[in-house]
């Protein structure tokens, strides 16, 4: 990966020795339905299975699973989240979602408990939701909560926050408008740089770095660029490649902590306004 900026990032990681974190998410698997489904996952599967990098597929819950679970099996590096309800945009204008504006809580609710239903069977499923088009509808993050989701993934923020925790993709491997394609080496390696930089000067060192592919659609170039970055990633000792249950893990440490010191604080609080 030749690219002087980021060589240059890099160094300072090192210097302040500290190793990035990487996750890498995939959009828009299905339940292998097809024949060509089953050969594009394979390849994306055994591409996560001989650089060892750990891989979260969010999968649309539509139709028969029974194949992508077969698939599964076994396989310990994937994650499976839910990639949506049905993946169908119900919006009007130009940004698309599942839900319209004024769908309620309940509906809201109600069409994610049924999507859920369908996956949380598939091997590596994790009560993790993925809006499809990183759509953020208002009444969202409280149907998770409601529904006792364990996380969701948008696209954007820096790191896991509210009440259900937030692991988002920052780095797109495609272009969308006019068709998709890849977005191009120089472009990506560029994203990489500037989240990276945006991390050392938050002081957030610890704040994974999301990869977004999309398998079914990757042009050649794509393929090309996710095996060489794959395999010089692990060539850095500045990266290193975090997997979703490690990521889950982590928030849910956090959050008891947080939990525990406000219980102290409470408790003090109390003796000091009722001393003995
Ligand atoms: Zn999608």
Known sequence: MNNLLLWLELRRWRAAGR???????????????TTLDRLLLDRLVQLATTTRTPLTLA????????GLAARLQGAELVSVSQHGVDHQN???????????HDCSQRDVEEALAAGWSRLEKVPGALKVFVPPWNDVHPRLERALGAGGYAGWSAG?????????????IHLDMMRWRGGSRFRGRGRLLAALT?????????GLWEAPIGLLSHHLVHDTAAWTFLGDFLRWSKSQPELSWVSLPE??????????KALRRSATRLVSDMALAHPA
Do not use: Y
């Open 19 to 33: 190793t990035a974190r990487l996750w890498w998410r995939d959009d828009d698997a299905s339940g292998l339905a």
């Open 59 to 66: 999968v649309v819950p539509v139709g028969e699973m029974s």
């Open 90 to 100: 119900r919006r009007e204008g130009a940004a698309a979602g599942e839900f319209p």
């Open 156 to 168: 954007g923020l820096l790191s896991a926050s509210g009440t259900c925790p937030r692991l988002d």
């Open 194 to 202: 500037t989240e990276l930089r945006r991390r050392r000067r938050a």
């Open 247 to 256: 990521l889950l893990a982590e928030t849910q440490t956090r959050r008891a």
